[in-house]
């Protein structure tokens, strides 16, 4: 019987070959970012030979050693990165916990409700969420500069719960779907009150479905560049307008290697994430297609 449902030798063969060129693909542009990172421009950057970037002749001559942390202490302690990685914490996690909070009570009570405006507010949430940031953003501009709180952390919080608001209401919604009506109305019989039953019975069942949804929540916040760029002043950067403006200055020497160690420096936290949550992603996302 296992003979029978074995792949013949060929394609297991191909199969693996592509799945480890595959890899190979995705992983090389961040492996070969992180390397060059310890590098000096003049050998990461080099027009003679890519074979600079690898034995690093240059690095070895003005520093001494195959590999530098100039970049990261150019970044970090110079020109103080240290102060957007804690701008980006704060952002991030306001946004994902207010669009938690409202994105679970309002799923649960569109997915419970028999009423057929429900339905006319997700299509409302889902045009909003359709639109493009930029046009959202500028609505928000001149009522910030009036009340004369522009650029500050909790202006980039507000617009990107808005902004992130429909997500967690779809996604949270279709979480709730899968989850029988009879658990509520089971633990309403036995005395809990409608909020109890959502609290103790149907937030411990779904609790993939929230930590999938507020994974997303969080890369929308952390990797966001038009609404913290437009709305933040330069003392209130987050990581990804702080590099951008790394590159923007790349005339000046060393700052492109700035760039390339924030970058690494952004990027290393989310490869940690999503490998430290995979299976409560993976279980979040197949809940919320099997309906129950």
Known sequence: MSSSVRRPLPLAALSTAFLVLWLIAAAFPFLWT???????EADFFSRLSWLSAIFGPKTIEQTGSSFTGAGYYGAWVT??????????????????????????????????????????????????????????????????FELNIWGYLPTAIIVLVAINQPFTLWMLHSFFLSIPKDLDESAMVDGCTRFQAFRWVIIPVMWPGVIT?????????????????????????????????FMSSIYQSGN?????????????????????????????????????
């Open 34 to 40: 992180v390397w060059g990172s310890f590098k000096v």
């Open 79 to 144: 020109n103080s990165f240290w102060h957007a990685v804690i701008n980006t914490g704060i952002v991030t996690f306001f946004v994902v916990i207010i669009s938690l909070v409202f994105g679970t009570l309002g799923g649960y009570a569109l997915a419970r409700s028999g009423h057929r405006y429900s339905f006319w507010l997700l299509i409302v949430a889902l045009v909003f969420r359709a639109m493009p940031h930029i046009t959202l953003v500028s609505g928000y501009l001149l009522p910030f």
């Open 213 to 245: 949804t507020g994974l997303f929540s969080f890369l929308l916040a952390y990797n966001d560049f038009t609404v913290t760029a437009m709305l933040l002043n330069q003392d209130n950067q987050t990581m990804v307008p702080k590099i951008q403006s």
């Open 256 to 292: 492109v290697m700035y760039a390339v160690a924030a970058v690494v420096s952004a990027t290393v936290p989310l490869f940690i994430l999503v490998l430290f949550f995979q299976r409560q992603i993976v279980s979040g996302l197949t809940a919320g297609a099997v309906k129950g």
